[in-house]
């Protein structure tokens, strides 16, 4: 009967002990992914509001020269004009509207609510629309003509436009892509579209956010003037399927583990009391 006991406390504590190994490597390693990821958007974050933020001055032409460290980021106004958007995730930015003054099929300058000046083409296709556009503050002198190239490149579909192969990249030409219901399909630089339906980023303040079964890493820095109020927001992100895959399956396994010891220990114990009997 000590022998089976034995084996009895045996089987709990191996139980215990792989369990709660499993839940403090699952807590460890969140930690560590959670602070290497989050100190890398901050210097992301910080790089960019230091391009744009120069003596409190919202300054725009700065950051259509600067080249940004960040791999993926939203730049929206209080108002909802997008300022900047790099690796655009669809859905961060649900619904838009074509900037006011742009044209269909015709080369147009409008400022944005903002102040800042583009050169925009708007071009109809069938199931939606590609806006084309460069800002003012850097582009050259032929910009018209490289709108209608670039629209051209879109093809006349929404679906052909989706193939990146069809598209005439140039590199001071900047694009956004929307369905018939004003869904943000893709975006690439910072053509001055009004949000209309933000995306659960711009909502909550937790570091973790799923979009469309996607994990990412959030970092959001309000941008201030110098009466201290938010004129905007720097949304700055990165993926974490990888780490997030990498993490479960570190749980999983120990486990696992738990489970073998428990199925080892309960075989064990049924031998016992079967040599007894």
């Known amino acids: 009967m000590s022998r089976t006991r034995a084996i009895v406390a045996s089987l709990l504590f191996f139980a215990v ?51 940004p460290k960040a791999s993926a980021f939203v730049v929206l106004a209080s108002d909802g004009t997008v300022i900047a ?13 074509l900037p006011v003054g742009s044209a269909y099929d015709k080369p ?32 050259p002198p032929d910009i018209n003509a490289r709108l209608l190239e670039t629209a051209r490149g879109f093809g006349n579909s929404f679906e052909s436009a989706l193939l990146p192969s069809l598209r005439d990249k140039d590199e001071n030409v900047d694009f956004a892509l929307l369905t018939d219901q004003g869904i943000l399909w893709a975006d690439q630089g910072g053509i001055p579209l ?29 941008i201030m003037d ?18 997030q895959q990498m993490l479960h399956e570190s749980l999983m396994f120990n486990i696992l583990v738990a489970v073998v010891s428990l199925v080892l ?12 009997v």
Not at 85 to 97: D, K, L, M, N, P
Not at 110 to 134: C, M, N, P, T
Not at 226 to 243: D, P
Request: proline letters at 2%.
């Open 17 to 67: 002990l792989f369990i709660l190994i499993a839940v403090l490597q699952y807590i460890f390693i969140r930690h560590q992914i959670q602070k290497t990821v989050g100190g890398q958007l901050e210097y992301w974050a910080e790089d960019l509001q230091a391009t744009m933020d120069r003596n409190d001055i919202l300054d725009l032409a700065a950051l259509r020269r600067a080249a």
């Open 226 to 243: 110098r009466a201290k109020h938010q004129v905007g927001s720097i949304i700055v992100l990165k993926e974490i399927a990888f780490e």
């Open 265 to 276: 220990c309960g075989m064990v114990l049924l031998l016992d009391v079967y040599e007894v």
């Open 194 to 222: 009004k949000a209309k339906k933000l995306g659960s980023w711009f909502k909550g303040d937790g570091p973790i956010v799923t979009v469309a079964g996607t994990p990412f890493f959030i970092r959001k820095v309000p």
């Open 85 to 97: 958007t790099h690796g655009f995730v669809r859905g961060s930015i649900a619904y838009a509207a």
């Open 108 to 139: 147009v300058v409008v400022k944005s609510s903002l102040g800042e000046e583009w050169h925009l083409l708007v071009r109809k296709l069938k199931g939606g629309s590609i806006v084309v556009g460069a800002s003012s503050t850097d582009c």
